[in-house]
């Protein structure tokens, strides 16, 4: 016998489809996902700031004078100059070097110190007030075999500085001299987005390559960094077709 409708049970509640539920295990997993990079963002060290150390009129001129040669080798006919010995010690070796190869133009080896390099960029006053238009405070370059550059700097962005480290690496390259590629970049503990990083640093090797195109005095044939030296090696480019 059925029973009456006003004895039927209502406390029963509602079977809710399983769907419903999703969208609180879509919130649940982007909440871990935040959570994780917030984590990853405390674990990673800042960046730090750059180190400039004060130097000496005497450094910089040091330094001046080494781009200098290594500016003209690149960029202008070189000047013929008695080849060195492979064998010369690496202490006594100069900026710019011909060594007598057994078959072939002789080889012409650049070099220059990270020393050299920023003192450069902490002394030349060109350097200095282009760094300045784009609120730079200071610039510090690092080498790493075999074939890195870091470059920190402290840049100035709403009267906060923010220090910024970037990571490339150098490849000789016959067509327009060098090539540079980004490997890494980071604001504070921030990484940088690789499609940004990407961006900016083709950019950058467009403006690099610009100058060189065309213009160099000399096939690179490798890019490399040899203890605390940058060292270019190259061989003088044949004379154009009339």
């Given at each position: 016998?059925?029973?009456?409708?006003?004895?039927?049970?209502?406390?029963i509640?509602?079977?809710?489809?399983?769907?419903?539920?999703?969208?609180?295990?879509?919130?649940?997993?982007l909440?871990?996902?935040?959570?994780?990079?917030l984590?990853s963002?405390?674990?990673?060290?800042?960046?730090?700031?750059?180190?400039?150390?004060?130097?000496?009129?005497?450094q910089?001129?040091?330094?001046?004078?080494?781009?200098n040669?290594v500016?003209?080798?690149?960029?202008?006919?070189?000047?013929?100059?008695?080849?060195?010995?492979?064998?010369?010690?690496?202490?006594?070796t100069?900026?710019?070097?011909?060594?007598?190869?057994?078959?072939?133009?002789?080889?012409?080896?650049?070099?220059?110190?990270?020393?050299?390099?920023?003192?450069?960029f902490?002394?030349?006053?060109?350097?200095?007030?282009m760094?300045?238009?784009?609120?730079?405070?200071?610039?510090?370059?690092?080498?790493s075999?075999?074939?890195g550059?870091t470059?920190?700097?402290?840049?100035?962005?709403?009267?906060?500085?923010?220090?910024?480290?970037?990571?490339?690496?150098?490849?000789?390259?016959?067509?327009?001299?060098?090539?540079?590629?980004a490997?890494?970049?980071?604001?504070?503990?921030?990484?940088?987005?690789?499609?940004l990083?990407?961006?900016?640093?083709?950019?950058l090797?467009?403006q690099?390559?610009?100058?060189?195109?065309?213009r160099l005095?000399?096939?690179?044939k490798?890019?490399?960094v040899?203890?605390d030296?940058?060292?270019?090696?190259?061989?003088?480019r044949g004379?154009?077709?009339?």
């Open positions: 016998m059925p029973l009456p409708s006003s004895k039927l049970r209502t406390d509640a509602p079977v809710r489809p399983a769907r419903l539920r999703r969208p609180r295990v879509g919130l649940i997993a909440a871990l996902v935040v959570l994780a990079g984590a963002l405390l674990i990673r060290k800042p960046v730090p700031p750059p180190v400039v150390p004060a130097y000496t009129p005497r910089a001129q040091t330094a001046q004078e080494h781009i040669a500016r003209a080798a690149l960029f202008q006919p070189a000047a013929q100059q008695s080849p060195s010995p492979r064998s010369a010690p690496a202490a006594d100069p900026t710019v070097q011909h060594v007598r190869q057994a078959h072939g133009p002789d080889l012409v080896r650049l070099q220059l110190s990270q020393a050299d390099l920023n003192a450069y902490a002394t030349n006053p060109q350097v200095k007030a760094l300045a238009t784009h609120h730079v405070q200071a610039v510090q370059a690092l080498l075999a075999p074939r550059i470059v920190r700097a402290t840049m100035l962005r709403g009267g906060h500085p923010y220090n910024i480290q970037v990571e490339t690496t150098l490849r000789a390259d016959p067509k327009t001299g060098l090539q540079v590629t490997t890494g970049a980071q604001v504070g503990r921030l990484p940088l987005p690789p499609a990083l990407a961006a900016q640093a083709s950019k090797a467009a690099i390559t610009a100058k060189m195109q065309g005095p000399l096939v690179l490798d890019v490399r040899q203890g030296h940058l060292v270019l090696l190259g061989v003088p004379p154009k077709p009339g």
